[in-house]
């Protein structure tokens, strides 16, 4: 069985540009969670969603959106990058609210 | 706001010795969640610990639930240069929302 798949793997923007991450998850897997992660601040929730619809949220500025597709798929996308924004955006998926996460390897997102 | 305070932070140790990594929190969880994350990769869930006062074995490493559902401790023995990665707990609350504690960063010196 596949496991979670994050794309790209590296990225470099500019501040001020936006961005947008991709993560397609375990199959069968209806559930995605976003998460950023920093060595200062350790692992933060962006946003969870289920079926389409985004269940719970972080606390995060409005910069930072999702979104999940028929098929699971996720997308994250960050607007008007800023340099605290550089880090692992690590994606994760599971079964239910009951089940662990899996989680991808992750896009390392550096903003300059 | 819950908490899940993970101690220590950064731990670096000789091949071959014991070492033992706590998280503890005000809160009670529903159950604890241990993860292993190495460089370049996602974390990998180790073990999920349900039960006030459970204790879980994998292979050198022992997981235990406080009874009161509120702290947890991952205990590795005889720690090989393979153990070496960033160590993650999480506990789910009664929402089912996964609070993180900070993770302990553990080096094993050959």
């Known amino acids: 069985k596949a496991g979670v798949t994050q794309t790209p793997r590296y990225l470099i923007k500019t501040r001020g540009q936006q961005v947008t991450l991709s993560c397609s998850p375990i199959?069968?897997?209806?559930?995605v969670s976003w998460y950023q992660q920093t060595p200062g601040q350790g692992l933060q929730f962006l946003f969870e969603y289920f079926s389409e619809t985004q269940r719970n949220k972080g606390n995060f500025p409005g910069r930072f959106s999702g979104r999940q597709f028929s098929n699971s798929r996720s997308e994250m996308n960050v607007s008007t990058l800023e340099l605290g924004d550089s880090a692992l955006y690590l994606c994760?998926?599971?079964?239910?609210?009951?089940?662990?996460?899996?989680f991808g390897n992750g896009t390392r997102l550096t903003v300059t | 706001t819950q908490l899940l305070e993970q101690s220590p932070q950064f731990l670096s140790i000789q091949e071959g010795e014991n070492l033992t990594v706590y998280c503890n929190s005000s809160s009670v969880f529903s159950s604890l969640q241990w993860y292993r994350q190495e460089p370049g990769e996602g974390p990998v869930l180790l073990v999920t610990?349900?039960?006030g006062g459970e204790v879980k074995k994998l292979k050198r490493l022992t997981f235990q639930f406080g009874d009161a559902r509120k702290d947890s401790s991952l205990h590795i023995t005889a720690a090989q240069p393979g153990d070496t990665g960033l160590y993650l707990c999480a506990g789910v609350d009664s929402n089912y929302q996964l609070i993180w504690g900070a993770g302990t960063k553990l080096i094993i010196k050959p």
């Open positions: 994760a998926s599971r079964t239910g609210s009951f089940s662990p996460l899996h």
């Open positions: 199959s069968g897997h209806r559930s």
């Open positions: 610990v349900v039960t």
